[in-house]
């Protein structure tokens, strides 16, 4: 629901399906208004975290729920550093490993989607587990396969089905449903056999990831009744998985592209990297304020990547208005992120890759705020926000000091088309990643 649509109607309008009324938001100010809205801040429930986890997380709970887990994933972000160097430091160790797979390759045609999933994915392991995974480890392909099939499912009819009402009385009894029940049920197992080994030298007063800080809300849940289950732990870490891979992975795929159809640019970062960083260390983020040009070059894979188009639905929790416009209580509210970086007003010549738009005259990061939201807003934006700048930005630049990325002679011409899923994935592709001397 583009432009068109927006031209038309207006910055807020509505659409009637099937008994639901899905309510479309165009333009920052409109999105930040209603975002900021306290009563649009709830999640439409979710049959098959219902039905599988009896659990919904932080990313579909609602109300007093959703409160208590996002303090549980704050406080955990918090007390470990996950905002700061520390976390960088973890990071840098994965992309590390990265680099190592990549040259193996020794400048020849592959498909980066697996590697850079595995990657990502280790970093959450880490952070969620205590442990990263040899990449051919088969505990680990087995997690990253459910999780990545739920993210192509879930993105999907599938997704739909799941919040349209009465819907799920019968898609429980389709394929694609029953499968992403079972991915579940395996991503549960996994995270049980962890919480079981974590269970035998557990310290509370020493957690040491993600796990142990959940056990310790769980030991304090039972003495002061608050409502913290294994099941909503379960679902929690699925959405750290989903939140912290899938558009960090997506991100850094959509920059190999346009680094691959963009060498002119491609060298410029090059030349800026090496002439602040230099040859013998990789880029940190303490050089990032030295590296004008590269941060515009994410900025604008943030922009034309566009990976997650219309964020997660919210649902107003009573009637309300945006922008003067009637909501009707349980109205799902999306909003058109991904047209904000293509608004020709704030962006001329929306369609073409130029990092030189984010600039000043002296070549610097322009002072003028761009609302491109790729987090979203609000109470219920992305509190992985940091997490994911980090990741990009420290597997991006360290593969771009590394390796120069080219299109395979016999490749078919670069396609800048996206798959609509979770997030704007692009259509599988190869590249040539050549060593730089």
């Not at 007390?79 to 190592?100: I, K, S």
């Not at 970086?341 to 761009?370: A, H, I, M, T, W």
């Not at 395979?408 to 692009?426: D, H, M």
Request: aromatic content about 10%.
């Amino acid at each position: 629901m583009g432009t068109s649509y927006y031209k038309t109607y207006g910055p807020v309008y509505s659409v009637g399906l099937v008994g639901l009324s899905l309510v479309i938001l165009h333009g920052a100010e409109t999105i930040k208004e209603a975002f900021h809205n306290k009563f649009i801040c709830d999640r439409p429930s979710v049959k098959i975290l219902k039905h599988v986890l009896d659990g919904a997380g932080v990313a579909f709970s609602s109300g007093e729920a959703w409160k208590t887990q996002r303090r549980i994933a704050m406080t955990f972000m918090r007390d470990f550093g996950l905002n700061r160097t520390d976390f960088e430091d973890q990071v840098a160790v994965e992309a590390g490993h990265l680099l190592t797979e990549v040259a193996k390759h020794e400048g020849r045609p592959f498909s980066p989607y697996v590697l850079m999933a595995n990657a990502v994915s280790n970093v959450i392991c880490k952070v969620v587990f205590g442990t990263r995974y040899d990449y051919d480890d088969p505990q680990f392909k087995r997690l990253l396969g459910a999780i990545y099939r739920n993210i192509q499912l879930i993105g999907g009819v599938t997704g739909a089905l799941q919040v349209l009402p009465g819907a799920h009385v019968f898609a429980r009894f389709l394929p694609p449903v029953r499968e992403t029940g079972e991915n579940l049920k395996l991503i549960c197992e996994f995270t049980r056999d962890v919480l079981e080994e974590h269970k035998k030298d557990f310290d509370p007063e020493h957690p040491r990831d993600f796990i142990d800080v959940y056990l310790r809300e769980m030991e304090a849940s039972s003495v002061n009744k608050s409502n913290v289950n294994m099941n909503d732990m379960y679902a929690t870490v699925g959405d750290l998985f989903v939140a912290g891979t899938e558009a960090t992975s997506t991100s850094v795929r959509w920059g190999m592209i346009y680094m691959m159809a963009h060498p002119e640019i491609q060298q410029r970062v090059q030349d800026e990297i090496d002439s602040v960083v230099g040859r013998q260390r990789f880029p940190t983020m303490a050089d990032r304020p030295r590296l004008p040009y590269t941060e515009a070059v994410m900025l604008e894979i943030f922009r034309l990547g566009n990976v997650v188009p219309l964020g997660a639905p919210h649902q107003a929790s009573q009637d309300t208005t945006i922008g003067g416009y009637h909501i009707s209580k349980g109205s799902l509210v999306f909003a058109n992120l991904g047209m904000l970086g293509l608004d020709e007003k704030v962006f001329p010549e929306p369609d073409k890759f130029k990092p030189e738009r984010f600039l000043d005259e002296s070549g610097q990061l322009s002072n003028r705020k761009y609302d491109l939201l790729p987090f979203s807003t609000g109470p219920r934006m992305c509190i992985g926000e940091q997490m994911s700048r980090t990741e990009l930005f420290v597997f991006f630049t360290r593969l771009i000091h590394r390796f120069t990325f080219r299109k395979p002679t016999l490749a078919p011409p670069i396609s800048f088309k996206g798959v609509a899923g979770i997030t704007w994935s692009p259509l599988p592709f190869e590249i040539c990643a050549v060593p730089r001397k």
